[in-house]
């Protein structure tokens, strides 16, 4: 696997160790689309092959590799990883009016009052909220400002989001910036 290729895939779930003696697995999402794991679902895995999901219960964190029907076999992909690409995110998960996928944001110049404060470097999630973890611009570091802040991701701070441009406009982050 290229290192470029690599670098594109999403870390959506792991599973964990095995439950009972016919192959069952606990499963830990790290995603926020849990409707892409359903019976059928094939994803990439850091043991580097293709793994196929059979038997899905998300209600009870549990799932079934296709062609595993023993504990043995099972125990072979305990912490094991799955991985999906940007594309199949778009194509499978449902996003409403408002939301974003996190990757797009990523790399979005953020804008106050038109001033270039910084890029989004990522989203970080703390307890319930989303933040802008946000790279601040050189000509605002070489003013004494923090090289890192973070911004809220939600109202009042967003004000506009444009994906296409990669730019995000927002309210408060100067202040934010200038108490870092």
Known sequence: ?????????????????????????????????????????????????????????????????????????AKKFTNTKLFTTREETRKNCHLDNGEYFWFDLEDCKVLEDGKLLGVVNEVERIAITNYLNIKTSDELVKSGSAKVFLVPFQEPFKLSVDIEKKIITISGGMDILEAS
């Open 1 to 73: 696997m290229s290192k470029q290729y690599k670098e594109q895939l999403l870390h959506i779930a792991t599973i964990g160790k095995t439950v009972g003696i016919k192959g069952d697995m606990k499963f830990h999402v790290k995603c926020d689309f849990p409707e892409q794991f359903h019976n059928g679902a094939s994803f990439f895995t850091n043991l580097k092959k293709n793994i196929t999901l059979n038997d899905v219960n998300l209600d009870r964190g549990i799932i079934k590799i296709d062609g595993i029907n023993t504990i043995e076999d």
